[in-house]
């Protein structure tokens, strides 16, 4: 999961912004979000049965909820926010998805260094 989430932050973001037009980097993005929070929240799911240690499968549940927060809600908020022009709510609503995805990030990173 951890490599998922840098390579998608490092290098995939960064490059479909750079190279596609506004019009399509905006639909791949708006495509390929929804896949990665279920994927990765599926996943984090099946770590959560596999974790023997009760604290970290916390931690891991409450990744797995933030995942399915940042699909199933916040996803669409930001969505509607940036098609009705309204740029301060789409930024804040966007900084928290953001904010939600690198606590996620560093939550994976001290599970791993704890194994």
Known sequence: MVGIMLFFTVVVAPTVFKVLPVEWSSKYV????????ASLGLVTLVCIFTEPDFTHRLYL????????????????????????????????????????????????IFLLAKT
């Open 61 to 108: 549940i409450a990744c797995a909820a933030l995942f399915a927060f940042t699909l199933f809600f916040l996803t669409g908020k930001i969505n509607t926010a940036k098609d009705e022009g309204k740029n301060k709510q789409f930024h804040l609503l966007h900084g928290l998805s953001v904010a939600i995805n690198l606590a996620q990030l560093c939550i994976f």
């Open 30 to 37: 708006r495509n390929f979000f929804p896949k990665y929070y």
